[in-house]
Structure formats: structure tokens, C-alpha cells
């Protein structure tokens, strides 16, 4: 909660520091490190090898894009579990594309992913928004009718890397000073996003809307808006994850992004945004991401078995639901008791 | 009133109905700037709903209203914020995960360059408002946990910041104690001499005359009368409240009054109700009155045992109930009829034959098995007795009228076969023609020997119905008044005043 606590312009240094390090974000960036080292003690090429540097970083990039979407959404006490239906379409739509329009400018095909991802979740947030029906209902029949429109469109086909443009391929594997471009892309997105929740009132309507609907009604806020805002955001970032997909695996069949959506609320979950609304942030979402995917990766090298890996992140999210309980709790008693006091 | 200077604000003529309940017919209310105007009236005399069309939360069918002058047409609480009115409600609705800075500044901060947000420059203004009201809230601390007086100063601070001309406070007082009212009056007065206008709901007439300047009246939905508080007392703004015929109307027929079935002795529950003793007599008709929020529906569930309650006894007909079972008080004979019956008396999605039989549904069982044709049969007997209007017993309740679904919530705890009936609100939200058929049936089942505890908030039905009617303030019992001598000023009077108990 680094954004949130950041409030205070003007408190000391010292508490400053104190509440970056007792952040929730700290303590899954610790946590991540723990995973890479104890990883690395076992088997050095986890970290040390090229490609394991690569792997690490690249990995988890595009479930972090699209984390970062859903926890926009979580935050405005939302939910959307067709981001991996959005990032399968739009990933078949960018091989088609290719396939028919083999000089297609690559940058105009990131906008074109963006913008029918972004038409996607528009339909999610109208629905939702102006239908007044829950965001669990009317997404999870999207998560099926947008992967059924899929299975139709594609059928057994699949688009294959010799499809798709060279220069566009290479995106996916290309580093710059070791770091991959598809980690910078990510990292851009989250700095902007980040940004953008903690410092505009744009943002602070997101967190308050989460808070506590019915005061943002007495408040005036624009409620209807931002929640269609929150599922566009959604909708463009599973949109680029799409892009971005094509982009690093080259191969799209019907199936491309299929439980991306589990993956997406589960690294929010784990990074601190509260599935009530209202707190965490965005980096806690792309923490939570790298924290999850780099366990999925760990655990082969570490010994265990296949049987036991889902176990684990199972257990992962739900150790950060009670630690978010606990947490809460015990921060509402430390209020309780400073107000007794004050 | 006139000579003086333009109103800050001024309905006149305003009307609102939702459907066919009629809630405001000529509301009037005129608010001077550095005024604190007093607005009373009983329960569902239409302060809240006035309060609501100021605030932009409801549209007015008919009348005026002007703001310094100016007709305003609000559609919005963000309009009415705009133009100056800010309400602070009872339970303010803030947001608990942000800090009092941003709940203070949410929708309208300063913003910079990129529409970067100035934390800074808020966070200064809100040291500074509260500095100036004078209280200690850290401003980097999230909302939760903020005591109910810290959320309305922040409530307070939010209007001052955006320079409100009108602050409307629907009843502040309710949740907060001696110590805090007094802060809150000293703001207000402060806030006064700043030449706000103020208006003040309170059913507490001390604190309306220690802090008033205007009082206006208000009685089922129509204005009563303007006055300024010199020139009346207490006695003569109750007579204006309850100022209607109280005929009547609903006839209690005499029963012969028996043992005593209920006994409760010292219930206390802190901070909610305390030291409650009575008792009711088989064949009678027991009215709890008192204003809303005054603990009588906190005392009927504790006594039913959904809520718990720390020391006191209860027994049904001479056997004392365990406290916090349910269950076990509705083998003894003791059935509770809930206020919101939609949400807690009903479920409104099932049959009335399923409803009727809910609470009796263990003795129609064959082999762990319900039959449909078993529960019609032992539903048919009650929905004749109570005469439910319904096209059949398979019919889904939600479908029914608010009349009828009270009556499938009677037959269903008459057909356990109770000693003792606590009912609360029995006719709220129903029309007037069904309302005397329920009053007649309760009546009939008094007349049955059953004991009957009727929580009520309208005086003609606690003064036609009750045999005895007490009355509770602020979780205290305040007076026990005869069906003889049970007037509507002397029941208003103890559910108001914090004076001499009447006897």
C-alpha cells in the first residue's frame, strides 16, 4: 500500500520509511526474493543462465498486464473473469489479421488489439453498469460466450509463427540491456496506471467507489463511469496481453489465455488488493503475478511434484486472504485504540 | 418572518408521493442565513424525505424551491453540493479505507499539472479546519474506526471547505454522547455567527431549544406551523406533532386479563437498553412506544433471544428462557413477528403454504419427508382463520399484498400455537383499510388468551390497541401509562423528554 500510505507529503522521513517497508508490497517483493534464492541455491541456472534471467523476468509480464486491469477492476469492488476469453480472441484476431495483411505496421497492430480488447470490455461494463447487474454474473457469461465466439471463429485452425512478421516475433524475445522488451512494456503500464490511481481524482474515485458504494453516491461521484472506465481499462489491458501473447509464443490456437483470469485475481488477491475493494494497488497486482508464476516456475527445479504445484498457489492465495483479514483486523483495533487514547 | 433577509433557502408547496404513499403534501421550510432552524415531527411526519429532496437525493412532484432567491432544480447530491446545501446524516457514509484528508476532499480535490492531485495543499486546509473546529483528527489516518461524533465533524469540515450556505443535520444527536453533543453544538453556533444557515432535526426538545433560534412542525407529510422558539415551550410543540384525532380507530375489544405470561425482570444490555421490567397479562394488549431507535426492537429481540443481553431474567408463563436460543423460546410458547418482515419474516420467494408452515415444520414431517399435500392442509386451517387473500396456497408470497403478507407472518407463528405474540410495527406499510382487519385479528387473539407485545411508532394505533402502552427513551422505560389515561401528548412527552417520568 505503498501509493495509498504515500499520502503524507510532509511526515517525517523516518515514518516514511517505516511504512514502506511495512507495506504489503515489501513484503511480496521479499517473499519473491526468497523464492528466487532459495531456487538459485538449488540449481544457479534458475537465475544465472541467460535465459533463466530472461525466463524470470519475461515469464510473468503478461499476466502482470493484465493484473494490472483486474485490479483496477477489484479495486472499484468489481470483478472480471473474462480477461483470459479477451486475450484469447484478441490474440487469434492479431494472427488473422496477419495472415491476410502480412505488412500490417506492428505499432498499428498494438493499437488494434488495445482497442478491440477495450471494445470487449466495454461490453462487459455496460452490461454491468448500466444493467445493474453483479460484475460475477455478467463476466463470467462473457468468459464463455467471448471464448465460444473463439472456438467458432478458429475452429481446429491455429496460426503459427511462419504467419506472422519477423520484426513483430522478435518483440517477443528481444532484450534491452538484458531486460526483455515485453518486461518494459509492463513495467511502463504499471508506472502510468500506478500513477494514475494514486495522483488523480480519476484514481482516488476508483478507491472510493471500492470503499464504500453508497457514500460515493452521496458524494456524487460518477459512479456509472468510472465502473465502465474500470472494465475498459480491463478489457484494453487483456487486450494487449493478447497482443502481447501473439507476440512471444507465436502459436494461437482456441485456446491462447485460457485461465489467465484465475491467475490475474490470484496475483491481485496476493499482492494486497482487497476482494471487497477499495485498497491495494497496482504493483502489489504485478508483485503478486511475478510471485505466482515465478513459484509455478520454481517448484519443478525445486523437487516437487506436478500433483502438489496447483496446491500451493492455492494455498498462496488464500495465506494472503487470512494475512489481509489479520492485517485488517489488527489495523482496525490500532485505530480503535488510538481514538480511545486520543 | 418577513422584513427580514433573503432566505438562504425556501420550499414552498413541495409534494412527493412514491406510488400511492403520499410522503410529503405542502411541505414549507424557510432557512435564514445565520439562523439554527429546528425541524420536528413524529416519525413518518416527512423530515427525512424533505431532507432527501434538498440534498438532491429525490425530486419533488410539485412546489418551489429557492436557493438566495433563485430557483434551483437539483438532480443530483453533486448539484445540491454545488449550490451550497450539505446534509450531514446520522450515520455519516464515509469511506473507511481512505484518509480523513481525501474522504474531505473526494470528487473535488486541487488538482495540478496532469491533474495531479495537491496532497499537500489538502492536507494544509484540513490541519486548518481542524484546528478551527477545534478537535484533534489526525488527517493521514483511514476513516475506519473514526468514532460516530469524528465522522460527522468530518462530515462538518466537508461543508465548510466547500463553503456550504446551508447545513442540514437530520438528527446528529442520536449516537452521540454528552460530551460530544457539546462539541457539536459549539460548532454549530460557530457556524452560525459565520452567517450559515442552519437546520437542525432532533427529537431531543431540550437540545432543540438549547440550540435553536426557529422551530417548524411537521405532521404526516404537511407543514404544521413556523414559530420562533421564544415564543413556545414543549408542551405546546408536542401538541402540534401528534395535533390529529385520535378517535377510535382501532378498537381493542375488552378481554379478561389473566396470569401473567411474560415477565421480563432487569433486562440490561449496555449501551443499548437498561433495567426493563414489565409484564404481560394473558387477554392483554401490551403497546411499547417510543421513537425510533429507542431500543424497543433491540429489547423484543433479546427477549426472543436473537440478540443477547448481559444480565435480567425472562420467563414465558412462569418458566424462565435461556438467553440467546431462539429455538428454545419458541417451544416455550413465545413467537416474534419481525418489523421488516420482507427480509426477516418471510421468505419471499416460497408458497404461502411453505411460509405458514415454517415455523412448525418438524411436527409435519412423515419419515423426513414433507409432503405438499401435509402442508396445505395444516397451512389451510390458518390462512382461512387469518382470511389471507391469496388466488391459492401454492401462490409465491412476494406476490401477495403488504396486508397479506403480514397475515401469512401471523398465521405462521399462530400456527405453532404461541403463548406470547411480539409484534412489531404490525401495520407498517399497509394500507389503511387492511391495517384496521389486522388490528380486529390481533384483538381477536388477545381475546384467545394470548399475551400480545405490540411495538409501535404510531400513536393512534398504540392508544386504540394497547391495554397498556409503555414508553422507552434512549433504552430506558419512561413511563407505564393506562389505556385510561393514555393521551398522545403524555406518551410523546416521555418518548421525548429526558424530564420527571409520567405516570
Not at chain 2, 432557512?31 to 439554527?36: E, L, R, T
Not at chain 2, 434538498?54 to 432544480?73: H, I, N, S
Request: charged fraction near 20%.
Amino acid at each position: 500500500m505503498s501509493a495509498v500510505s504515500a499520502t503524507t507529503e510532509r511526515v517525517s522521513l523516518g515514518s516514511r520509511l517505516w511504512s514502506l517497508l511495512s507495506s504489503r508490497e515489501t513484503g511480496i517483493f521479499l517473499a519473491l526474493l526468497l523464492v528466487v534464492v532459495a531456487t538459485t541455491v538449488r540449481n544457479p541456472a534458475f537465475l544465472f543462465s541467460p535465459d533463466g534471467w530472461r525466463d524470470m523476468l519475461l515469464t510473468p509480464s503478461i499476466v502482470a498486464v493484465v493484473a494490472i486491469g483486474q485490479a483496477v477492476v477489484i479495486i472499484t469492488r468489481s470483478v472480471d473473469l473474462s480477461v483470459g476469453s479477451i486475450v484469447g480472441l484478441t490474440a487469434y484476431l492479431v494472427g488473422t489479421l496477419f495472415v491476410a495483411m502480412p505488412g500490417f505496421p506492428v505499432p498499428l497492430m498494438f493499437a488494434v488489439g488495445i482497442a478491440f480488447g477495450a471494445l470487449l470490455g466495454l461490453v462487459n461494463g455496460a452490461l454491468i453498469a448500466f444493467g445493474k447487474v453483479p460484475a460475477m454474473v455478467i463476466t463470467l457469461g462473457t468468459l464463455y460466450a467471448f471464448r465460444g465466439i473463439n472456438v467458432a471463429w478458429t475452429g481446429s485452425n491455429r496460426i503459427n509463427a511462419s504467419d506472422m512478421p519477423d520484426d513483430f516475433l522478435a518483440l517477443g524475445t528481444q532484450q534491452i540491456l538484458t531486460i526483455p522488451v515485453l518486461t518494459i512494456l509492463a513495467m511502463a503500464i504499471l508506472v502510468v496506471v500506478g500513477w494514475y490511481m494514486a495522483n488523480t481524482r480519476g484514481g482516488r474515485e476508483f478507491y472510493a467507489i471500492g470503499s464504500d458504494p453508497d457514500a460515493a453516491e452521496l458524494y456524487g461521484l460518477a459512479k456509472t463511469k468510472r465502473v465502465l472506465v474500470a472494465f475498459v481499462a480491463s478489457g484494453a489491458a487483456s487486450g494487449l496481453g493478447g497482443v502481447l501473447f501473439a507476440a512471444r509464443y507465436g502459436t494461437i490456437n482456441s485456446q491462447v489465455g485460457d485461465g489467465f483470469e484465475l491467475q490475474a485475481i490470484g496475483a491481485a488477491v496476493i499482492g494486497g488488493v482487497a476482494i471487497v475493494g477499495g485498497s491495494g494497488t497496482v504493483l502489489g497486482a504485478v508483485l503478486g503475478a511475478y510471485l505466482l508464476l515465478t513459484i509455478n516456475r520454481a517448484l519443478p527445479v525445486l523437487g516437487i511434484p506436478d500433483f502438489w504445484q496447483r496446491a500451493v498457489v492455492g494455498a498462496l492465495i488464500i495465506g494472503a486472504i487470512i494475512l489481509d483479514r489479520v492485517l485488517a483486523n489488527r489495523q482496525a483495533k490500532r485505530l480503535l485504540a488510538e481514538r480511545v487514547s486520543a | 418572518m418577513d422584513g427580514q433577509s433573503t432566505p438562504t433557502l425556501e420550499l414552498r408547496d413541495v409534494s412527493k408521493s412514491f406510488g400511492a404513499v403520499v410522503a410529503l403534501r405542502d411541505a414549507q421550510l424557510t432557512m435564514y442565513p445565520g439562523s439554527i432552524h429546528a425541524l420536528v415531527g413524529e416519525n413518518g411526519a416527512g423530515k427525512s424525505t424533505l431532507v432527501k429532496i434538498m440534498a438532491g437525493l429525490y425530486a419533488r412532484d410539485t412546489g418551489t424551491f429557492q436557493m438566495e432567491g433563485k430557483p434551483v432544480e437539483f438532480r443530483t447530491t453533486a448539484e445540491a453540493k454545488a449550490a451550497g446545501v450539505a446534509v450531514i446524516y446520522q450515520e455519516p457514509t464515509l469511506f473507511p479505507d481512505l484518509s480523513v484528508t481525501e474522504n474531505v476532499f473526494m470528487g473535488r480535490q486541487p488538482v495540478g499539472r496532469f491533474g495531479r492531485i495537491d496532497r499537500a495543499a489538502m492536507r494544509a486546509e484540513v490541519v486548518e479546519l481542524m484546528t478551527r473546529l477545534g478537535v484533534a483528527i489526525d488527517p493521514d489516518r483511514p476513516a475506519e474506526g473514526l468514532s460516530i461524533a469524528d465522522q460527522q465533524i468530518i462530515e462538518i469540515a466537508k461543508a465548510i471547505s466547500l463553503d456550504a450556505k446551508a447545513l442540514i443535520m437530520d438528527e446528529p444527536t442520536a449516537a452521540l454522547s454528552g460530551v460530544e453533543v457539546e462539541r457539536l453544538f459549539a460548532v454549530a453556533r460557530s457556524l452560525r455567527d459565520e452567517g450559515r444557515a442552519l437546520l437542525f432535526i432532533s427529537h431531543r426538545f431540550d437540545e432543540v431549544f438549547a440550540l435553536c433560534d426557529t422551530v417548524t412542525v411537521m405532521r404526516d407529510g404537511s407543514y404544521v406551523s413556523t414559530t420562533p422558539i421564544a415564543d413556545t415551550d414543549v408542551a405546546s410543540i408536542v401538541r402540534m406533532m401528534v395535533g390529529r384525532d385520535v378517535t377510535e380507530l382501532f378498537p381493542k375489544v375488552a378481554a379478561e386479563i389473566g396470569r401473567p405470561l411474560l415477565e421480563v425482570t432487569g433486562l440490561t444490555q449496555p449501551g443499548v437498553f437498561q433495567d426493563i421490567s414489565f409484564q404481560v397479562h394473558s387477554g392483554e394488549i401490551v403497546a411499547l412506544a417510543g421513537l425510533v431507535g429507542a431500543g424497543r426492537s433491540e429489547v423484543a429481540r433479546a427477549i426472543f433471544g436473537v440478540d443477547p443481553y448481559q444480565t435480567g431474567t425472562v420467563t414465558i408463563d412462569g418458566k424462565a428462557l435461556p438467553a440467546g436460543k431462539p429455538s428454545a423460546s419458541m417451544k416455550q410458547g413465545l413467537a416474534l413477528v419481525p418489523e421488516d418482515r420482507r427480509k426477516q419474516g418471510l421468505v419471499i420467494d416460497a408458497t404461502v403454504a411453505s411460509n405458514i408452515t415454517d415455523a412448525i415444520r418438524g411436527t409435519l414431517t412423515r419419515g423426513g419427508l414433507i409432503t405438499t399435500g401435509a402442508e396445505n392442509a395444516a397451512a389451510r386451517v390458518w390462512a382461512r382463520q387469518l382470511e389471507v387473500k391469496t388466488a391459492s396456497l401454492d401462490a409465491v408470497v412476494g406476490t401477495l399484498s403488504g396486508g397479506n403478507q403480514q397475515k401469512v407472518v401471523l398465521a405462521k407463528w399462530l400456527a405453532a400455537n404461541p403463548k406470547v405474540l411480539i409484534i412489531d410495527e404490525p401495520t407498517r406499510g399497509i394500507d389503511v383499510g387492511t391495517k384496521s382487519e389486522v388490528h380486529r385479528r390481533m384483538s381477536e387473539l388477545a381475546g384467545m388468551g394470548l399475551a400480545i407485545l405490540m411495538i409501535s411508532s404510531e400513536l393512534p394505533e398504540v392508544l386504540g390497541m394497547a391495554d397498556r402502552v409503555l414508553v422507552m427513551r434512549e433504552g430506558h422505560l419512561t413511563a407505564a401509562i393506562d389505556r385510561a389515561s393514555a393521551t398522545a401528548e403524555n406518551v410523546m412527552f416521555a418518548a421525548t423528554h429526558s424530564g420527571e417520568e409520567v405516570q
